[in-house]
RNA sequence: GGGAGUUUAGCUCAGCUGGUUCAGAGCACCUGCCUUACAAGCAGGGGGUCACUGGUUCGAACCCAGUAACUCCCA
């Protein structure tokens, strides 16, 4: 059978991602071996897979099915987010598209447009996770708005709420106005922008002096209730206690003093605006201000704002200034340049707003999340992130979690006519509960029309994909979970709120180790977005390179934690070692045909053995880099075992002369090494490893390289290890003089070696057959007329050639001569100095008098050399 | 404004407890090869003031202090 010389991927990733399937090699029912769990961050359910996604589900994969072949009963459970902003935004603009508003629409109906859109996009991208070879259990595929899933989220309120952790509060928020709702922190971008610092002049009550004011923000004069001033400030220490005008206004308010107020700011003088600030809001409750609400909550100012009614926001700062300059209350108007909020979502400029919102108390709650993270209960790669998560939580503030939308989870509290709520899981119960708390009262009830924050129901996650709030069986078996695979930016709004969620609900973390990964930019380092259109589309990448390429590719260098600049030259260098492997195959492959009962030849017995030690040695370095999340480092050391180690040398030992056989031990000798490399391959390239297992030895129905067994490191004997670095350089060594003397590989040569201690006569073999040596000789006394090199002490010759140049041949053993020399004396100088003799450790000093002993040893050879040829 | 981090080859990064032949890898680059597994390959090679300035030490890329530049997070 003819095999092509170019590894083909389409194919094999059809065939066996079908067959994983088919046999349901990912599927996880508890049973008595250690559970291995990871729970995927739930894409939105609309969304579609981008590069970000790649590299954290290629980073899930690779552990997922390291540990099912370790034995673990490996159970990663994929789902999605309802993601109520984003999703909401995408079906207010299609339904705008087709000439349908919102605000036309009820509740019901446009949940069932809503519905409909996640049912039509839903999922698609968990397809595609398919397509980069995910091994998760898609038998426990969740959606955060699951019937079950949902109740537990409202479940979860109402406990809450019964043990005062949840209160309704008016508080200072971010508001979106154009998507009419709040958001929380975390939703809001703070940007550098080119703005105006207006100075205002505040005529002081009853007297013809006046104060000036600077604010970037002019219209919010219509909401001023005070002015401030730093007690300390000696210019207006005369003012404390007295009124002013705001100007156009011309409303009365307080001169008050507060250390809050910057006397290097603008004039020193602050504007206090309650309605429409957060410190403001914060001075007018310590100094009981007026609130004056000026603004609607679509970005208009408000009756409440007395002038400029139902206009916007923005043209209102213009045409104030105008007023004001008209007016003579505008003194200057400068250039500034300051931060300002933008939603997330929305991308509009956001207005702190006063409202009512539904708020959760974090201050106890997150105690135990904090803790059991810094004394690394919980661990963070890389550890640094342990700090900034220390910053935050020390420094928590309440969590807003109503949101004014629809889709999601609808809040579970209800009002009476009269302003009272009661929380309840239905109508019915809230009507009881109406009853018993209100008996008097007669009217309805109302729901609350908003929403929860979708991180309220994310937050659940770790428990609720295992029914974990009504169940025990399977919660019990998979919690904590083992890893979870996420962004450093949702360390916040998800990772700690988890962590919260787990001890409050589990009295137990999460999850055991946190690996957070990089940001994927462009090779100029601009993050990968779509309206730079400089993200590669992941599915035209697998198709291109193939899905192991590309996996190779996303980790080839992205250590934890570091933003990762991708370049397709990655999934290059991805799809060139998958044909590599693949060509090793074909090689290997040719030899099953062709064996021979014979002994093995010698080079062949000393590949064998060193490829053992040296598969040990690598085996225990990849257990290493595993269990400290070097992803990429375990990925080059199995990517340098493969092409250096498996192919370069023990391939090319191994390999019979031409038109010969392989004995079959040999062979079945390097089947098993190669097995072995495969299944080292897998988790990072499953398609193209199963592929070759399946083929490289004969397979029953079932069988799977996916349940293979991780293989075990032995110690590696040293001794293999060690003489064949020596065998590399002797021929490197002659490749070497072949090079510099232009002496054609398909040229035989006569290798002479002198005889001598610990020879490396096991090796003469393999040195011939690489080095294309048609004899070596062993000689007592060193040979005339010979080119020459040395291995760790060791003299090897090779006669000359008729293209022999003494010339070039004096000059090379000179510059060798010289650097020695050299070497030689920077130790001695170390060597001689009284103070490093008596304090550097025993080790220290033998190491650097062997290295004076090798150099005087080596030099001696170069100088009786270059003496022979000089004759 | 507050906090954290980074700076080592052209690029991306290792360098773990200060000491393993004057600092390593991969890619890129240069030279020579279509050698019967692979040109998506083979063989060989060049390339570094370890950001800068001081200090500690027998010894510093590594520890300390300062300076500069950049990045991220938070307000």
């Known amino acids: ?258 250390d809050y107020v910057d006397m290097e700011f603008g004039t020193g003088c602050l504007k206090v605006t309650p309605a429409h600030d957060m410190n403001d809001f914060m001075l007018g409750q310590k100094y009981q201000l007026e609130i004056i609400n000026m603004m609607n909550d679509d970005g208009t100012i408000s009756e409440a704002g007395g002038m400029y009614i139902g206009q916007d926001r923005f043209a209102v700062r213009k045409q104030i200034a105008l007023d004001l300059d008209a007016a003579g209350l505008l003194i200057k108007q400068e250039a500034y340049s300051n931060k300002v909020g933008y939603s997330e979502r929305t991308d509009v ?105 979708t991180w309220f129901s994310s937050w659940l996650w770790p428990i609720a994909v295992f029914d974990g709030f009504y169940r025990e069986d399977e919660v019990s078996y998979y919690y904590p979970t083992a890893d979870l695979v996420t962004a450093p930016e949702i360390m916040f709004f998800w990772v700690a709120r988890m962590i919260i969620a787990g001890y409050e609900y589990r009295g137990e973390l999460p999850f055991k180790n946190v690996y957070y990964t990089g940001i994927v930019r462009d090779k100029q380092g601009r993050k990968m977005s779509k309206s730079l259109g400089n993200s590669p589309d992941p599915l035209v990448l697998i198709d291109q390179y193939g899905a192991d390429g590309v996996r190779v590719g996303m980790l080839l260098s992205s250590p934890a934690g570091n933003d990762l600049l991708f370049d397709e030259g990655l999934c290059e260098q991805g799809r060139n070692f998958a044909n590599k492997i693949w060509n090793a195959f074909r090689l290997v492959n040719g030899w099953g045909e062709n064996t021979e009962k014979a002994k093995p030849r010698g080079s062949a017995l000393v590949a064998v053995q060193w490829m053992n030690a040296r598969l040990n040695q690598v085996i225990d370095q990849l257990n290493d880099d595993y269990d400290k999340f070097r992803m990429n480092e375990a990925l080059m050391n199995t990517y340098k075992l493969v092409w250096d180690d498996f192919c370069a040398w023990y391939l090319e030992m191994v390999k019979p002369p031409y038109g010969e056989k392989l004995d079959e031990e040999t062979y079945a000798a390097t089947i098993e090494i190669f097995e072995k490399i495969l299944t080292l391959l897998h988790p990072f390239m499953p398609f193209l490893s199963e592929e070759i297992w399946q083929t490289i030895r004969v397979r029953q129905e079932g069988e799977s390289l996916c349940l293979a067994q991780w293989p075990v490191a032995i110690p590696a004997d040293e001794n293999w290890l060690n003489g064949f670095e020596a065998f590399t350089e002797s021929v490197i060594g002659i490749r070497n003089i072949r090079k510099d003397n232009a002496i054609a590989n398909k040229e035989k040569l006569v290798l002479k070696v002198l005889k001598q201690d610990g020879d490396l006569s096991v090796y003469h073999t393999a040195i011939e057959h690489l080095g294309n040596i048609e004899a070596t000789e062993m000689c007592d006394e060193k040979p005339a007329a010979c080119y020459s090199f040395i291995v760790k002490g060791r003299e090897f010759f090779i006669p000359f050639t008729e293209k022999f140049d003494v010339t070039a041949e004096l000059k090379k053993l000179g510059d060798d001569l010289a650097y020695t020399e050299d070497f030689l004396q920077k130790v001695r100088v170390k060597l001689t100095n009284e103070r490093f003799v008596s304090n550097a450790p025993q080790q220290v000093l033998d190491l650097e008098r062997k290295k004076e002993e090798d150099a005087m040893h080596k030099i001696e050879l170069l100088k009786t050399q270059i003496a022979a040829l000089a004759k």
């Open 349 to 453: 400029v956001i207005e702190p707003r006063l409202s009512m919102q539904w708020f959760v108390d974090m201050k106890d709650l997150s105690k135990p999340a904090l803790d059991n993270v810094m004394n690394d209960n919980i661990k963070f790669f890389p550890p640094k992130f342990k700090n900034s998560y220390k910053h935050w939580m020390e420094n928590i503030k309440d969590w807003c979690i109503s949101r004014q939308l629809w889709w999601g989870h609808q809040i579970p509290a209800y009002y009476t006519e009269d302003g009272h709520w009661i929380v309840a899981k239905s109508l019915e119960e809230a009507q009881e509960k109406c009853k018993s708390q209100y008996p008097d009262y007669t009217g309805g009830l109302k729901q609350d029309e908003d929403v929860l924050d």
């Open 1 to 258: 059978m003819e095999i092509p010389s170019k590894y083909e991927p389409q194919s094999a990733e059809a065939k066996w991602y079908a067959y994983w399937l088919e046999k349901g090699f990912f599927n996880s029912v508890p049973d008595d071996r250690p559970a291995y769990t990871i729970v995927i961050p739930p894409p939105n359910v609309t969304g579609v897979l981008h590069m970000g996604h790649m590299l954290n589900n290629t980073i899930q994969d690779v552990l997922i099915r390291r540990a099912r072949m370790r034995g673990y009963n490996a159970c990663w459970v994929p789902g999605t987010d309802h993601a109520s902003i984003a999703t909401e935004a995408k079906v207010v603009q299609k339904l705008r598209a087709e000439g349908v508003k919102k605000s036309d629409l009820s509740r019901e109906a446009f949940l069932e447009h809503a519905w409909e859109w996640t049912h039509k996009h839903g999922g698609i991208i968990l397809e595609q996770l398919k397509k980069l070879g995910a091994s998760c259990d898609w038998n426990r595929t969740r959606f955060t708005m699951d019937e079950k899933y949902y109740e537990a989220v409202i479940d979860t309120f109402i406990d809450l709420y019964n043990k005062g952790k949840i209160y309704r509060g008016e508080r200072m928020i971010n508001w979106d106005p154009a998507a009419k709702t709040a958001l929380s922190d975390e939703e809001v971008i703070y940007k550098d922008v080119q703005s105006h610092l207006y100075h205002l002049k505040y005529q002081v009550v009853g007297s013809d002096a006046f104060i000036v004011v600077a604010t970037t923000r002019p219209e919010t004069i219509l909401g001023d209730t005070a002015v401030c001033v730093n007690p300390k400030d000696e210019r207006y220490k005369h003012l404390h206690g007295k009124k002013v005008m705001v100007p156009l206004v011309n409303r009365e308010v307080m001169i008050i003093a507060d």
